[in-house]
């Protein structure tokens, strides 16, 4: 017998990948979780110190593990989050190898074969549940900037204080751009922001948190399928917004009036400064009207249903760029923050999987490739496929597949084993 094969294997000890494993638990399939660093990696070293979920905690719903504090409401630090992925891998004694990098994935007659640092193993079935931020971005420009400013991506920031004195630049305003141009702004750094398309969203309205009001409308549910966009949808930015100190929106104008120094998109690089586009007004009216259309849907919801909520007045913005520069002078700037996102990498399994970008080909994380599987991609399925909040029932829907599958009944067995060999 090969002690190296399983019936599935799972790549990725991340929140999707210990989902899989406590469903495919439940229904006693043997299987294995290969982590290649150690659980919860990517919460404790690719965020900020003073990172948050940007979620209420009520929607963290990992399967058999739903959020038990006392805060539902409110919105985890970086080591809540890391805590509560650590006790939920404990929960079920989830069959977990640390330190295993998975180097290749082959597909083979019988099924797959997986060389790792720790040899090979070999499974009926894989699902690979390591996202799809594999390889920080950096723009080519990067190589061609002055030697003393400090370049660090969004994924390797941690503080103010790992920073030279001077100003900072950051580089995109989704998401994590926007929050650590704010956690810079809040540890009194001089910042400069380069304002891309991002939309943004409210934290609050009409007395309650705007995910309460779209959780409640349905938004969350709303599949890939049904999206207006279809599978578009997948390479949409996130909405900028916080859930720091309690939450609040994330108001770019507001930051304007407090000193921080706007600009559009970068553009390029030359003669000892960086050149941006002249759309910064484009990109801040488009984030505040896709905040307002939000908004406008809940209104609509609130009369529908009759609901007896506060009225709130419409947003009115706080600044406005009057002759906004074009061009940013380094010769203040100490660091660079790129907040530019990162790239998909899935060229380590071999097999016909993928579309001309690489991305799977898939339905619903079931893979063209027989017995091989994703989970945990952003909009899989819902809007929650990447986050606490969904990726249990798109686990859910995988362990159904991988139960059906016609290899599955040759290993079925009455008992579940744990192997943490």
Same mark, same amino acid.
């Given at each position: ?248 929106? %994330?108001?770019?104008? #507001? @930051?304007?009036?407090? !000193?921080?120094? *706007?600009?559009? $998109? ?5 003669? +000892? ?75 380590? %399994?071999?097999?016909? #999987? @993928?579309?001309?970008? !690489?991305?799977? *080909?898939?339905? $619903? ?5 027989? +017995? ?50």
């Amino acid at each position: 017998m090969n002690n190296n094969h399983y019936p599935v294997v799972i790549i990725g000890g991340g929140q999707a990948g210990l989902a899989m494993s406590w469903n495919l638990a439940q229904k006693n399939i043997r299987h294995l979780v290969l982590e290649r660093h150690r659980l919860a990696w990517a919460w404790r070293e690719q965020r900020w110190d003073n990172f948050c979920l940007v979620t209420p905690n009520w929607q963290c719903k990992l399967p058999g593990f739903p959020y038990d504090g006392d805060d539902p409401h409110g919105f985890m630090l970086r080591d809540e989050i890391v805590d509560y992925v650590e006790r939920y891998a404990r929960s079920f004694d989830a069959p977990l190898r640390e330190g295993v990098n998975v180097l290749r994935v082959v597909r083979t007659d019988g099924g797959f074969l997986l060389h790792t640092s720790a040899g090979e193993f070999s499974a009926d079935q894989v699902v690979v549940a390591v996202g799809n931020y594999h390889r920080p971005r950096f723009p080519a420009i990067a190589a061609e900037l002055p030697a003393h400013i400090m370049q660090v991506h969004s994924a390797n920031y941690k503080s103010a204080q790992q920073l030279p004195a001077g100003e900072v630049l950051v580089v995109g305003s989704a998401q994590s751009g926007a929050q650590i141009a704010e956690d810079l702004h809040l540890a009194g750094r001089r910042v400069h922001l380069c304002v891309g398309s991002a939309p943004r969203v409210a934290r609050f309205y009409r007395g309650r948190d705007v995910v309460d009001w779209l959780d409640d409308m349905g938004h969350y549910r709303l599949t890939v399928d049904d999206h207006p966009l279809g599978e578009d949808a997948r390479r949409k930015t996130n909405h900028y917004v916080t859930g720091r100190d309690g939450g609040r929106d %994330i108001d770019l104008r #507001a @930051f304007a009036l407090q !000193g921080m120094q *706007l600009y559009g $998109r970068l553009l390029g690089y030359g003669d +000892g400064v960086l050149l941006t586009a002249d759309d910064l007004q484009q990109n801040l009216d488009g984030a505040d009207a896709t905040s307002q259309k939000i908004k406008d849907s809940i209104d609509v919801w609130i009369a529908e249903q009759g609901i007896d909520a506060p009225e709130e007045a419409r947003y009115q913005p706080l600044w406005q760029p009057e002759n906004p520069a074009t061009c940013i002078d380094l010769t203040a700037i100490s660091a660079i923050i790129w907040a530019v996102g990162f790239h998909t990498d899935f060229s380590w %399994i071999e097999a016909p #999987a @993928f579309n001309d970008n !690489g991305y799977p *080909l898939h339905s $619903r994380g079931v893979s063209v490739q027989p +017995g091989l599987y994703f989970l945990g991609l952003p909009w899989l399925w819902t809007w929650g496929s990447g986050r606490f909040e969904g990726v249990g029932e798109d686990a859910a829907w995988l362990a159904e597949a991988i139960a059906a599958h016609p290899l599955q009944a040759t290993h079925a067995e009455g008992v579940y084993v744990h192997d943490h060999r």
